[in-house]
């Protein structure tokens, strides 16, 4: 089968809630999804009650990516879904510590994978 990969290593965003948006993406056609993420920003429909909207944002970016990926390769938009959806641990880096926290904080990033699929 033809496949179309698109991912973005040290997003800013949460790893619980990118999961959550995985699970709500995976296995549905490309437009479904989009249509989804964008209820989400736009705060029309939630999920658990949550909208997730700062993850939707980069989930929206990194699809857009994928089916730019897709059409370079001469897949046909309207056959596409969304065989894998995966968000993983990313690296973390230590901020500075300010003038009244003597330790500094640590700053968290996900790895996002989205893998497009023609049926």
């Given amino acids: 089968m033809k496949t179309a990969v698109a991912r973005e290593t040290t997003a800013k965003v949460s790893l619980k809630h990118s999961r959550v948006l995985c699970k709500a993406i995976k296995g549905k056609r490309i437009e479904k ?3 989804l993420l964008e209820d989400l920003v ?9 909208y997730y909207t700062k993850a939707s944002n980069k989930f929206l ?3 857009k990516t994928a089916g730019a990926n897709a ?5 046909t938009l309207e056959k596409l879904f969304i065989k894998n959806a995966v968000a ?5 880096t230590n901020r500075p510590r300010t003038k009244w926290h003597l330790r500094g904080t640590t700053a968290k990033s996900t790895n996002i ?3 497009l699929e023609e049926r």
């Fill in 113 to 115: 994978e989205i893998t």
């Fill in 71 to 75: 059409k370079n390769k001469n897949l």
């Fill in 42 to 50: 736009e705060k029309r429909k939630g999920l658990d009650g949550k």
């Fill in 88 to 92: 993983n641990k990313g690296e973390t």
């Fill in 61 to 63: 970016g990194i699809l």
């Fill in 33 to 35: 999804a989009r249509k």
